[in-house]
């Protein structure tokens, strides 16, 4: 930890000018104060506030050597364990905050290393049960640490945690009989929801991009000089989800806590490598932590897209945001957004052309565990409605025609109108910088609205399907384990799998790594024909260098082609996912080699007859040869 000296305090202190106890105490204050400036800064804006966070570190840094030159006197002054406690605490949240505004991982490892060192070190637990002030504070860090390990994907930590979570708060609730912790209740049931969702089975494999089974960016194949008029490089990401119910930890939501890993570089294998030293778990020595933290960070690598994670955000807010990240992007740089939200029911509109457009009334609104009050219109929007006014419900309604919402999705309470409803034109102005839009919504379609209608820069989208596929559960719309649509960009194996009905007891890893090595292969065929596509649109060929774009590219055309061949949602367009502008014909599902490529997999769990395929289609002669040996593009 980097530290400035505080020559002027220990001069005081060493010639009793001023007492030890009050230059601590003095330093207290100043840090609480700094802290309270910089704990509510917005994560979203590029190096807007970087100079208040190297200002409260610094005296965080001066307070915290300065205890431990002092130690002893201290103690004796009546400075308390749990007090020492309470400064590691807030380090640990400054680091943690600093890595949501910049993305760099080392910020996150210092974070998980103070937080460990609270742990193993129990600075809250001498007198936890006589003071519930105390017991909460230890509630508190226990939760912090608990995102921390979850976005480093350190499960034996995250479950060690939960179990003391548990048992601290059942305590409590035993201790302080006249104190209400339902709120604390409340954080457990949705921690092991969430890990109920989040599976061993969804991680298998890292979400993040590992070189140990990604391919390393310089291995990306080169684009023909006549389509690749320039390479753009994704800088920023925003994620969100609005829906009720959905299953989420602190202001991580499941789609989004995928989509961030998705969207990030594990250096070195670092975080995939499954050893005891490496989880660090109660009593590791310093060595294992510092190697971790030394590993954290490779200088081969670039850094990792900045991402602002947006849990529940107003319309204005997000469209705040927005707006303050495209003013900032880098002019090399494309901005990834991703939505997920969901649509309910509505009404046959009119159009200005006479032309009556059917609102589909599908009971699809309330997705399990994937829904947060989002209530929106499904709607195929025609050419006529690139103009926001005839996106708008209150000009529909001048018109003569009533419609609750349709073409857009609704992040709010129900009942408030326009002002919880995000509008594809609600893009349009931002189309000035390079845009790379992901919605997952059985509103989707709508956002085909931009098209046509940029300011610009034309949008690359990815879209789902308007219905979810037909799994097995019952009911359902939507997958218990999340939106099957972000599944199949982030763990698309499993995706694959979830929607046979399988899951990680029912299949071997042999099977696994067999399956993973076919999809591996295929990926790269189709990585390799968009690169040397004479037809490939610029607005993918733009975006083709970058591997996390890549990697969500290949994963979409693995995708489509998967729901588009599944036998209960073959030709029924509502199941499956789109891309705006279309992709050339060699890679969609009709081609043949897209089609082998789910039979060869298909094949490996015995569901070949799952899936309907064209005439002809059959399984290679050779498929366990040396093209099998390849490094995974997925």
């Keep these: 930890m980097s530290h400035s000296t505080n020559s002027n305090c220990n001069s005081n202190s060493n010639s009793n000018v001023i007492p030890v106890t009050e230059v601590y105490w003095s330093l207290v204050e100043k840090a609480d104060k700094k802290f309270s400036k910089i704990r509510d800064l917005p994560h ?24 431990q030159e002092n130690r002893q006197k201290l103690v004796e002054a009546g400075l308390k364990r749990w007090e020492i406690g309470e400064i590691a605490s807030r380090i640990a949240q400054l680091y943690f905050g600093q890595y949501m505004r910049t ?45 921390v390990c979850l976005v480093l994907n350190r499960r034996e930590m995250v479950h060690q945690l939960v179990n003391q979570l548990k048992l601290l708060v059942d305590e409590c609730k035993r201790t302080f009989q006249e104190t209400d912790f339902k709120e604390w209740r409340l954080v457990v049931q949705e921690i092991v929801r969430f890990l109920k969702a989040d599976t061993a089975f969804m991680n298998i494999r890292p979400l993040r991009y590992s070189l140990f089974v990604d391919p390393h960016p310089d291995s990306i194949p080169h684009l023909l000089p006549s389509i690749a008029r320039r390479n753009l ?36 294998g670092s975080l995939y490598q499954p050893s005891c030293t490496r989880m660090g ?9 510092m190697n971790y933290s030394q590993n954290i960070t490779d200088p081969t690598l670039p850094p990792n897209p900045r991402k602002a994670v947006l849990y529940r955000p107003s319309v204005t807010h997000f469209i705040a945001v927005l707006a303050t990240v495209c003013e900032e992007l880098p002019l090399d740089g494309i901005l990834l957004v991703y939505l997920s939200a969901s649509g309910s029911g509505g009404l046959a ?46 000009s529909l309604r001048s018109q003569g025609d009533y419609t609750n919402s349709p073409g857009c999705l609704q992040f709010g309470a129900r009942g408030n109108g326009g002002l919880n409803y995000i509008y594809p034109c ?35 989208m990815l879209l789902s399907p308007s219905s979810s596929s037909p799994i097995a559960a019952a009911d359902s719309s939507h997958h218990p384990n999340g939106s099957l649509f972000t599944i199949f960009l982030t763990a698309p194996l499993q995706a694959f799998g979830l929607l046979l009905g399988l899951s990680g007891s029912d299949i071997e890893m042999d099977t696994f790594n067999e399956a993973e090595k076919l999809l591996s292969l295929s990926l790269s065929d189709w990585g390799l024909t968009l690169a040397t596509s004479d037809t490939l649109n610029p ?43 279309p992709l050339p014909s060699s890679v969609l599902p009709t081609a043949i080699n897209s089609q082998i490529a789910v039979m060869q997999i298909a094949n490996i769990f015995g569901a070949v007859n799952s899936f309907i395929f064209s005439e002809g289609v059959k399984l290679p002669e050779n498929r366990h040869g040396d093209d099998m040996d390849v490094i995974s593009s997925y």
Excluded at 60 to 67: A, V
Excluded at 281 to 289: T, W
Excluded at 434 to 440: A, E, N, R, S, T
């Design 281 to 289: 778990q109660n009593g590791a020595p310093g060595s294992c932590r």
């Design 103 to 147: 993305s760099d991982a080392s910020y996150l490892s210092e974070s998980y290393i103070f937080y460990e060192a609270i742990l193993t070190r129990e600075y809250f637990k001498e007198g936890l049960f006589q003071d519930v002030n105390l017991a909460n504070k230890q509630l508190r860090f226990l939760a912090r640490f608990l995102v």
């Design 539 to 581: 607005v993918w060929a733009q975006t083709l260098s970058d591997p996390f774009l890549r990697r969500l590219l290949l994963r979409f055309l693995f995708c489509q082609a998967v729901l588009m061949l599944y036998a209960p949602t073959f030709k029924k367009k509502e199941f499956h996912p789109m891309c705006m502008p």
């Design 44 to 67: 979203y804006q590029r190096n807007r506030y970087d100079v208040y966070f190297y200002k409260v570190f610094k005296v965080y840094t001066q307070l915290w050597k300065f205890q």
């Design 426 to 460: 609600d893009f349009v102005p931002f189309t000035r910088r390079p845009l790379f839009l992901v919605i997952d919504s059985d509103n989707s379609e709508a956002f085909k609205a931009i098209v046509g209608a940029e300011k610009g820069e034309p949008v690359a």
């Design 349 to 394: 509109i009119s159009s200005p052309r006479g032309a009556e457009t059917y609102v589909d009334a599908k009971g699809n609104c309330a997705r399990k565990f994937q829904s947060d009050a989002i209530y929106t219109d499904e709607n195929s929007i025609s050419p006529f409605s690139l103009n926001c006014d005839s996106l708008n419900p209150s």
């Design 233 to 268: 490089r994704l800088r920023d990401a925003i994620l969100s989800s609005y829906h009720t119910n959905e299953v989420k930890f602190s202001e991580l939501t499941l789609d989004t806590f995928r989509m961030l890993q998705c969207l990030e570089w594990e250096p070195s």
